[in-house]
């Protein structure tokens, strides 16, 4: 099913046409780095080069004999070769040909992500710089708190993008490499200068130490950083869907879809699918650790869970990454709802500068906690503004005089460090 949700190019990354041509790519590169060293005739790979047909369906048909599908594919491109296919293969085992073939895939499939990321950390920052001194109310507990921005939102979810995007560009540095030292990594048959040759063809790095495989460490890290990055998608879209309620109704989407039965909804589908795939993504990172650690030089274990996993895994981040940039980008922002609903708090989410004001006149901290707990209660019960209750009350208007009372409640105070955390944090590069 996660074909639904599959955008290209990295839907074609995971075809098996596209396999099959990456293991071509390793399988040619391997002997021209032999042909280099003089280890097999001279115009071996030029001829496999430009014999070599992949026949998929002829391939299948093999494997569904053979029962594996490396070897499926050697007797397919060799059928097609001719006498120069015997040289395919030569002094390697299957997991230097997929394990190598699948570092380029991720890391194609992660530079694929990469160019998404950066193209919400544009959208977000913009957003953010817009909105900037837009005020509304602050929740915690999903109870109102203080005064902040929703340009400081947008600022907090670009930020911890900058933070996704470093774990996924590590993540593409660490899958760079490649292994071609043969059935249990010690270049029995196949040389270290031929693997060095080789990779460097393919642009990796040698796997400074292989058993059959390339440690699942790395892979893991790659899956950590998929699963990352859906929980920064999720958080945006859980926000939006909590602030689009009809209670509450600060932004919409922009595409919002009705119900078949009730005409008035406008239900943010978008933001709960993206919840929901955030959910699926993420556990795929148990099975990738697990796949971590594997009998002796190898088992097969791993494999079964990646041919799963990895495709789907980065086919939903890719489609995650674009759809929270539609999202974003067409998102209704109704800042007079904000403001509103802010004033409409009647002060109440101001009630810390109240507090830290009686204690910077003498009171000690916990009575003046109780007191101030006490005006709250009071000025909700009462629907009344809390400076006015505030006011009303002898030992606030002992401590405090009507200019110093007013100035608690000056909006504009609350909201003068936004510009410092903008500050801190460097724009698109």
């Given at each position: 099913?996660?074909?639904?949700?599959?955008l290209?190019?990295m839907?074609?990354?995971?075809?098996?046409?596209?396999q099959?041509?990456r293991w071509?790519q390793?399988e040619?590169?391997?002997?021209?780095?032999l042909e280099?060293l003089?280890?097999i005739?001279p115009?071996?790979?030029?001829?496999?080069r430009?014999?070599?047909?992949?026949?998929v369906?002829?391939?299948?048909?093999?494997?569904?004999?053979?029962?594996?599908?490396l070897?499926?594919?050697?007797i397919?491109?060799?059928?097609?070769?001719?006498?120069?296919g015997?040289w395919?293969h030569?002094?390697?085992?299957s997991?230097?040909?997929?394990?190598?073939?699948l570092?380029?895939?991720?890391?194609?499939a992660?530079g694929?992500?990469?160019?998404k990321a950066s193209?919400?950390?544009h959208t977000l920052w913009?957003?953010?710089?817009?909105?900037?001194e837009t005020?509304?109310i602050g929740?915690?507990?999903?109870?109102?708190?203080?005064?902040i921005?929703?340009?400081?939102?947008l600022l907090?979810w670009?930020?911890?993008?900058r933070r996704?995007?470093?774990r996924?560009?590590?993540?593409?540095d660490a899958?760079?490499?490649?292994k071609l030292?043969?059935?249990?990594?010690t270049?029995?048959?196949f040389?270290p200068?031929a693997?060095?040759?080789?990779l460097t063809e393919l642009?990796?790095?040698?796997?400074?130490v292989a058993?059959?495989?390339?440690?699942?460490d790395r892979?893991?890290q790659a899956?950590?950083?998929?699963?990352s990055?859906a929980?920064l998608?999720e958080?945006i879209?859980?926000e939006?869907?909590?602030?689009?309620?009809s209670?509450?109704?600060?932004?919409?989407e922009g595409r919002?879809?009705?119900s078949s039965?009730?005409?008035h909804?406008?239900?943010?589908i978008?933001?709960?699918?993206l919840c929901?795939?955030?959910?699926?993504?993420?556990s795929?990172?148990?099975?990738?650790?697990e796949?971590?650690?594997l009998w002796?030089?190898?088992?097969?274990s791993?494999?079964s869970?990646?041919r799963?996993?990895l495709p789907?895994?980065?086919?939903l981040?890719d489609?995650?990454?674009?759809?929270?940039?539609?999202?974003?980008?067409?998102?209704?922002?109704?800042?007079?709802?904000?403001?509103g609903?802010?004033?409409?708090a009647?002060g109440?989410?101001?009630?810390e500068?109240l507090?830290?004001?009686?204690?910077?006149?003498?009171?000690s901290?916990r009575?003046?906690?109780?007191?101030?707990t006490?005006?709250?209660?009071?000025?909700?019960?009462e629907?009344r503004a809390l400076?006015e209750?505030?006011?009303?009350h002898p030992?606030v208007g002992?401590?405090?005089?009507?200019?110093e009372?007013?100035?608690?409640?000056?909006?504009?105070k609350?909201?003068s460090?936004?510009?410092e955390a903008?500050r801190?944090?460097?724009p698109?590069g």
């Open positions: 099913m996660w074909e639904r949700y599959s290209s190019p839907r074609e990354l995971w075809t098996l046409e596209a099959y041509r071509l390793v040619i590169v391997a002997l021209s780095a280099g003089g280890k005739p115009g071996t790979t030029a001829a496999v430009d014999k070599a047909r992949l026949d369906g002829r391939i299948l048909e093999i494997e569904r004999k053979v029962g594996h599908d070897i499926a594919f050697l397919a491109v060799e059928e097609s070769v001719g006498e120069e015997r395919l030569y002094g390697l085992t997991s230097d040909v997929k394990d190598t073939a570092s380029l895939a991720l890391r194609e992660l694929i992500l990469l160019d193209a919400l950390a913009e957003l953010a710089t817009r909105h900037k005020p509304m929740r915690t507990h999903g109870q109102y708190a203080q005064p921005t929703f340009g400081l939102k907090a670009y930020d911890w993008l996704v995007r470093e996924l560009q590590q993540a593409r899958i760079s490499v490649g030292s043969g059935a249990v990594g270049h029995a048959h040389p200068q693997e060095e040759r080789a642009g990796l790095a040698p796997c400074p058993t059959q495989v390339i440690p699942r892979h893991a899956f950590w950083a998929l699963a990055a929980s998608v958080a879209a859980l939006v869907r909590h602030l689009a309620r209670e509450v109704q600060e932004v919409g919002p879809e009705g039965a009730m005409p909804k406008r239900n943010p978008l933001s709960e699918r929901g795939l955030a959910r699926v993504l993420r795929s990172l148990a099975p990738a650790m796949n971590c650690a002796h030089e190898r088992d097969m791993h494999s869970v990646e799963v996993l789907q895994t980065f086919v981040t489609y995650m990454l674009a759809k929270a940039r539609e999202l974003l980008e067409s998102l209704q922002i109704y800042p007079e709802r904000m403001l609903r802010l004033l409409a009647k109440l989410p101001f009630s500068g507090l830290l004001a009686l204690v910077e006149r003498g009171m901290r009575e003046a906690h109780a007191l101030v006490q005006l709250s209660a009071q000025a909700a019960k629907n400076a209750v505030a006011a009303g030992q002992k401590l405090l005089d009507p200019g009372l007013e100035a608690i409640f000056d909006l504009r609350w909201l460090g936004v510009e903008f801190r944090v460097p698109p």
